[in-house]
Nanobody, 128 residues
Framework: QVQLVESGGGLVQAGGSLRLSCAAS????????MGWFRQAPGKEREFVAA????????YYADSVKGRFTISRDNAKNTVYLQMNSLKPEDTAVYHC?????????????????????WGQGTQVTVSS
């Protein structure tokens, strides 16, 4: 059974930075992808960023492009989300998710339904 544990959330002022981590345990991955999604109060969970385990291609939501960077450490089975120039609208619970097989397209890699394991989430709050 795959387990995902997020860390690194917290309270930061607008313009600040945070680095989220997601450590996966239970197995190693050679295909599929890992993604970050976020959910603000009263809103649906939305795609933030994703990275393929093989090759390392990255994908971003337009709202975070140029400010957030996703990266991975395959040896540690860990994915990171570096968040810079944070805005109050980035406030949400951030969840990591893993798809443990296959090769999702550049479109489907952004879908929640493409992922089969989810973490519990970490709160990010950006004050104005």
């Amino acid at each position: 059974q795959v387990q995902l544990v997020e860390s690194g959330g917290g309270l930061v002022q607008a313009g600040g930075s945070l680095r989220l981590s997601c450590a996966a345990s239970g197995r190693t991955f050679s295909s599929g992808a890992m993604g970050w999604f976020r959910q603000a109060p009263g809103k649906e969970r939305e795609f933030v960023a994703a990275i393929r385990w093989s090759g390392g291609s990255t994908y971003y939501a337009d709202s975070v492009k140029g400010r957030f960077t996703i990266s991975r450490d395959n040896a540690k089975n860990t994915v990171y989300l570096q968040m810079n120039s944070l805005k109050p609208e980035d406030t949400a619970v951030y969840h990591c998710a893993v798809r443990d097989n296959g090769y999702p397209s550049s479109m489907t890699i952004r879908w929640r339904t493409s992922y089969n394991y989810w973490g519990q989430g970490t709160q990010v709050t950006v004050s104005s």
